[in-house]
T-cell receptor
Framework: DAKTTQPTSMDCAEGRAANLPCNHSTISGNEYVYWYRQIHSQGPQYIIHGLKNNETNEMASLIITEDRKSSTLILPHATLRDTAVYYCIVRVVGSGGSNYKLTFGKGTLLTVNP | DTGVSQDPRHKITKRGQNVTFRCDPISEHNRLYWYRQTLGQGPEFLTYFQNEAQLEKSRLLSDRFSAERPKGSFSTLEIQRTEQGDSAMYLC???????????????FGNGTRLTVT
């Protein structure tokens, strides 16, 4: 089962920041937080991941609370092309033999409006 | 980096027929995953390979499903005696394990949409 809780849907105005929340209150010390998005009829697209520090790349920023029980994905200037389902996933990572698969929930449908 | 490629993009078949899908991962990636996604749901894990070895299969992968990765490069997923409940998007992903860090992300293809009539 997915270990995260996300709102079913959110709206955002074009050009504004989109802040997508995620709760992962049972996260373990060896679990990273990953974000993917899926635009209609395409495969999931990797956005960003982090362990405990805030992360930023060319697509987004990831803010993880100090207790690691929740995080927020920030799209700084949302465009119409950012309309997609956004998945927050916790994933075990380490040097052992696990397959480190991604377990998806239902995600948040972000609709960016003109 | 040409990305993960899946073929065909769409497949319509009649119930009872066999179908086969192909996935070409990113060239240096040694791990390959298959997922299935039905309407309104997130992708569900089916199976994964490290090189040519199939290391885990989900309970979702019934006996009618078989996956292979014979030379550790491309992979095929075959469904025998298709049923209407098999209608879904079949997604392939690949990753490099281990990399400098063990947290390299999975990269997905755009899937094969199967419709069983």
């Amino acid at each position: 089962d997915a270990k995260t809780t996300q709102p079913t849907s959110m709206d955002c105005a074009e050009g504004r920041a989109a802040n997508l929340p995620c709760n992962h209150s049972t996260i373990s010390g060896n679990e990273y937080v990953y974000w993917y998005r899926q635009i209609h009829s395409q495969g999931p697209q990797y956005i960003i991941h982090g362990l405990k520090n805030n992360e930023t790349n060319e697509m987004a920023s990831l803010i993880i609370t100090e207790d690691r029980k929740s995080s927020t994905l920030i799209l700084p200037h949302a465009t119409l092309r950012d309309t997609a389902v956004y998945y927050c996933i916790v994933r075990v990572v380490g040097s052992g033999g696990s397959n480190y698969k991604l377990t998806f929930g239902k995600g948040t449908l972000l609709t960016v409006n003109p | 980096d040409t990305g993960v490629s899946q073929d065909p993009r769409h497949k319509i078949t009649k119930r009872g027929q066999n179908v086969t899908f192909r996935c070409d991962p990113i060239s240096e990636h040694n791990r390959l995953y298959w997922y299935r996604q039905t309407l309104g749901q997130g992708p569900e894990f089916l199976t994964y390979f490290q090189n040519e070895a199939q290391l885990e299969k989900s309970r979702l992968l019934s006996d009618r499903f078989s996956a292979e990765r014979p030379k550790g490069s491309f992979s095929t997923l075959e469904i025998q005696r298709t049923e209407q409940g098999d209608s879904a998007m079949y997604l392939c992903a690949s990753s490099l394990f281990p990399k400098e860090a063990y947290n390299s992300p999975l990269h997905f293809g755009n899937g094969t949409r199967l419709t069983v009539t």
